[in-house]
């Protein structure tokens, strides 16, 4: 009994040292390229700066103050995201992972599925809007001359490939 109960704790002191130097040691500039590059491959007028990425439990990553911007334009300025993979997609062709945002006050809460080849990836996408502070957003204040405020709600809907043949709907 005093052999099993010495494996036990020699297992759960290893899987304490491997966790604590996964997240001490994380590769946190080397993934803020990476995500930056895949985001650039794409669409290159798309450009996304994050100002540090750390490891989450279930296994994942968090990057915060994340700063989205298509064609110069500030679309996306989020306090953090974290992105979950759903971890029987890791054995699969395709990708499928979570992701919640945090910005505007508020949260978009959704999932993606990835499909396909490339470059001809099919994209399905959902997403859950909650709480965002309308006046908030820069890319709103652009839209119109009036001041906007108030709080979204919503869902969004989004499928389609990097080619063509996308659609998006929305209800807010």
């Known amino acids: 009994m005093k052999k099993i109960r010495k494996w036990i704790?020699?297992?759960?002191?290893?899987?304490?040292?491997?966790?604590l130097f996964i997240y001490y040691l994380f590769p946190s500039e080397t993934v803020?390229?990476?995500v930056a590059a895949r985001a650039g491959q794409v669409n290159p007028d798309i450009r996304?700066?994050?100002?540090?990425?750390?490891?989450?439990?279930?296994?994942?990553?968090?990057l915060h103050t994340v700063e989205l911007d298509y064609q110069s334009d500030l679309l996306l300025d989020a306090d953090e995201v974290t992105i979950v993979p759903d971890l029987m997609s890791l054995f699969?062709?395709?990708s499928s992972f979570s992701f919640r945002v945090k910005a505007y006050g508020g949260a978009i809460d959704g999932h993606t599925e990835i499909t396909g080849n490339r470059p001809a990836n099919r994209v399905n996408m959902t997403a859950d809007i909650a709480g965002i502070r309308l006046e908030n957003i820069p890319f709103v204040k652009r839209l119109s001359d009036y001041r906007l405020k108030g709080v979204c709600t919503g869902k969004i809907v989004f499928s389609g490939t990097q080619m063509s043949n996308s659609t998006m709907n929305a209800s807010i």
Do not use: C, D, Q
């Not at 704790?9 to 966790?19: D, F, M």
């Not at 996304?48 to 994942?60: C, E, N, Q, R, Y």
């Open 32 to 34: 803020k390229n990476y």
């Open 92 to 94: 699969s062709s395709g």
């Open 9 to 19: 704790a020699y297992g759960v002191y290893i899987v304490a040292v491997a966790a």
């Open 48 to 62: 996304v700066s994050i100002l540090k990425v750390t490891p989450v439990f279930p296994p994942g990553l968090r």
